[in-house]
């Protein structure tokens, strides 16, 4: 049974950074496309960085050049590090895997709709 647990969330001052992580269990986050995806309050969800091993990652527009993903091998989880937030970064931000799932065979590996197991998410917020 796939599981996945975010943490990291909080509350941060523009300009600020934050470290989430998703810990998996019942798959290896290795071998399938993770992905973090975040929706604020009255907004659609977004996804905003996808990572496979066999097809590296993929950022959306939003957050690229401030957001890193990728694996911690030792906690079989996914890391998101986030940097130089702003308000428009205000969300929850929840992990997906696509157990099966390729990210070379996706028109968009940033489409919700290729993921089957989400977490439940983490607040963060920011503050101008």
């Known amino acids: 049974q796939v599981r996945l647990v975010e943490y990291g969330g909080g509350s941060v001052q523009a300009g600020g950074s934050l470290r989430l992580r998703c810990e998996a269990s019942?798959?290896?986050?290795?071998?399938?496309?993770m992905a973090w995806f975040r929706q604020a309050p009255g907004k659609e969800r977004e996804g905003i960085a996808a990572i496979s091993g066999g097809h590296g990652t993929n950022y959306a527009e939003s957050v690229k050049g401030r957001f890193t993903v990728s694996y911690d091998t030792m906690r079989n989880a996914l890391n998101l590090q986030m940097d130089s937030l702003n308000t428009e970064d205000m969300g929850m931000y929840t992990c997906a895997c696509a157990p099966g799932g390729s990210l070379g065979d996706w028109a968009n590996p940033l489409d919700a709709t290729n993921y089957r197991s989400w977490g439940q998410g983490t607040q963060v917020t920011v503050s101008s």
């Open positions: 019942g798959i290896s986050v290795t071998l399938m496309p």
